[in-house]
């Protein structure tokens, strides 16, 4: 099956091994998107390197900016003014909903709920547009910074979100109507593709797979990042961990991401986007026609680049899928010796076989969009 | 209260030969030979999650390789990462036999570092070609442009654009 079949969300090729229907073995051959990041981020600085998180798993853009950046901010030691960590935590559940929206769309075609993709994709579209707005790219940012964020927000953005988040629940509801009391939607996903929570965790799967087998680890209650601390949410957990689960928990995900939202638009402090260090973040404009130490600063920054002190951290953040993690080693020179991508579809694919023992050609299909994966993701 | 970290550490003993704390994350060294009875400790202890295993090449520098492990504990909400030096010609005891996740994470070390797995049931290639020759995130595996048909193109390798400069010294 595969590498270019349109249930594998991408260039996926599965080695099958069938006796009629059922399926003895499954082997998941991976790699034909293997474009070598990790190998690229180590040729580059640091700021240079921000353009390849969100190409890695480009489903989720903002939120594997914020990964890099909060990674390569822990290296630094600093951490960014509070104002930026708002709009970053704002644009990164916003991304989450566009990336659970995705998954909906892809879920419910590929099992000919035809109508619902361009439901979900519409809404999307609306946040793309947001982000667009807000960094000039609907999906290849490059708008968060190290130490803060390229500018400040357009005017209207807040009535935007809002707007796009006062219609959201209506919508969801509808589109929960769709599948969630739909036979055929219910007898294909529930019992299917059921991975215990004692697999899961022993295949290193992450993410709603691992909460829809009933594991209530998310990365932003287990280690709060980037201000998540501040805000309440739930972490929706599933009880069967199959498809059916794996469904109810993002679309709870989703209900939980505008309530963060929400709660963050409310309390987004003014104040700077950048922090103020001169060897981290370049100074700001009118600074350079009055201060020659400004202008060296600048040299030195685009020339050159940030130098942060020798050492390792592993950072991670909750992306869509699951754990994203990176994990640098710096030299001390302005470029990382080590930049390793912790990628969430990688594990999780890899317990793909265990979800489908003794399942159904049929079932593959809805087992693969059960875990979302991106082959960029995978494949790095 | 004592935290997962300090529980692992007092019951690995001896097996540590050193804690490197850097920015908050505890980093544990150890012996290559003492490598999977580390893990299994670590294993019963709480850390029943392995979220990565990667490996860092310090070429020119000896020994060559580090071999990374992180674990968290998923009810304890602890990370803990052990480090193994290993030299070039070193092999890795798998980790398989404790979690079949291993398997391809030390797939993955194996196809771009070269490090072998001792154990690995199924030790190939995995997101390069099968037929590809050497170890892509070696260091002495040079990152160039490929060669193009055009005349009077001077390929230029990304990493020339901003030269790397010399480590700091704070």
Known sequence: MGPQHPATHGVLRLVLELEGEVILNLEPVIGYLHTGFEKEMETRTYHQNIVFPPRIEYLATFIEEQAYVLAVEKLLGITAPKRAEVIRLILAELSRIASHLVYLGTAAIDLNVTSLLMYCFRDREEILDIFEMVSGQRMMHGYFRIGGLQWDLPQGFAERVQRFLDDFPRRLDEYETLLTDNLIWRKRTEGVAVLSAEDAIRYGCTGPVLRGSGVSYDVRKAFPYGGYADYEFDVPVGSNGDAFDRYRVRMDEMRQSRRIILQALRGLPEGPILVDDRKVALPPRRELVRSMEAVIHQFKLVSEGIHPPAGEVYASVESPRGEKGYYIVSDGSNRPVRVRVRSASFNNLQALPVMLRRGTVADVVVAIASIDIVLGDVDR | ?170
Do not use: C
């Open chain 2, 1 to 170: 209260m004592t935290r997962p970290e300090d529980v692992l550490v007092q019951r690995l003993g001896e097996a540590v030969v050193e804690q490197v704390r850097f920015r908050d994350d505890l980093t544990l060294i150890v012996p290559r030979e003492h490598m999977l009875r580390a893990l299994e400790i670590a294993g019963s202890t709480g850390f029943r999650l392995l979220t990565d295993l990667t490996a860092v090449d310090r070429h020119p520098a000896q020994p060559r390789f580090d071999v990374i492990y992180v674990l968290t504990s998923v009810e304890q909400h602890a990370r803990i990462r052990f480090m193994v030096h290993l030299a070039a010609d070193q092999t890795m005891p798998s980790a398989t036999s404790l979690w079949p996740g291993a398997n391809w994470l030390e797939r993955e070390v194996f196809d771009l570092f070269g490090i072998r797995f001792d154990g690995h049931p199924d030790l190939r290639r995995i997101l390069m070609p099968d037929d590809w020759e050497g170890h892509p995130l070696r260091k002495d595996y040079p990152l160039v442009e490929e060669p193009v048909e055009f005349k009077g193109h001077t390929p230029k390798v990304p990493s020339e654009i901003i030269p790397k400069s010399k480590p700091k010294l704070l």
